[in-house]
């Protein structure tokens, strides 16, 4: 386990009093509460932290134009900023996946000052159900990692958990 400090990733994290509830054919998760997430966007990494320590940490793929926050549907950005992990999809497209409460108050306004929507769907998932990825940064906005990376996120992280996205 790598210790890092709350300045290492310019975030300050809360702790969740939430516990993982694992899927009935999932087993359970029983180290340490995931307290935070973190994205590196540019380093193309994920933080799963307790605390100021890396439980674990894991390469990524983001939307199909990185650079930047998102601001509107279909620019293909991954959103920089905090958010929390609000949902979770056992059927979806892309193996599993964790959803990210983006947009927000900030995003929408931005978003419909513009007159535009600010999309959203935004998730930590897997690969696709249907076919493997071809290139790198494939998705239309989300946080990829590999299936049997997302299996571990899915029972590691409780509803509530903050993730901050950082550029």
Not at 33 to 55: E, F, H
Not at 68 to 73: A, D, N, R, S
Not at 127 to 139: A, G, H, L, S, V
Request: net charge positive; aromatic share 8%; glycine share 10%.
């Amino acid at each position: 386990m790598q210790t890092f400090t709350r300045r290492a990733f310019g975030l300050t994290l809360g702790a969740s009093a939430l516990t993982v509830a694992a899927c009935a054919k999932r087993p359970a998760y029983n180290g340490p509460p995931v307290t935070g997430i973190v994205v590196n966007k540019s380093a193309r990494r994920i933080y799963l932290l307790n605390y100021d320590n890396v439980l674990k940490a894991y390469d990524v793929d983001l939307g199909f134009s990185p650079e930047g926050h998102k601001q509107f549907e279909g620019d293909g950005r991954t959103p920089e900023g905090t958010y929390q992990i609000d949902r979770r999809n056992p059927r979806s497209q892309f193996h599993l996946s964790v959803g990210i409460s983006y947009p927000n108050d900030n995003d929408r306004a931005l978003a419909f000052a513009a007159g535009k929507r600010p999309g959203g769907d935004i998730f930590i998932h897997g690969e696709p159900n249907n076919e493997r990825p071809k290139k790198r940064d494939w998705t239309a906005g989300c946080i990829a990692v590999k299936n049997d990376e997302i299996e571990e996120i899915y029972v590691m992280v409780p509803l509530g958990t903050s993730i901050s996205l950082r550029a």
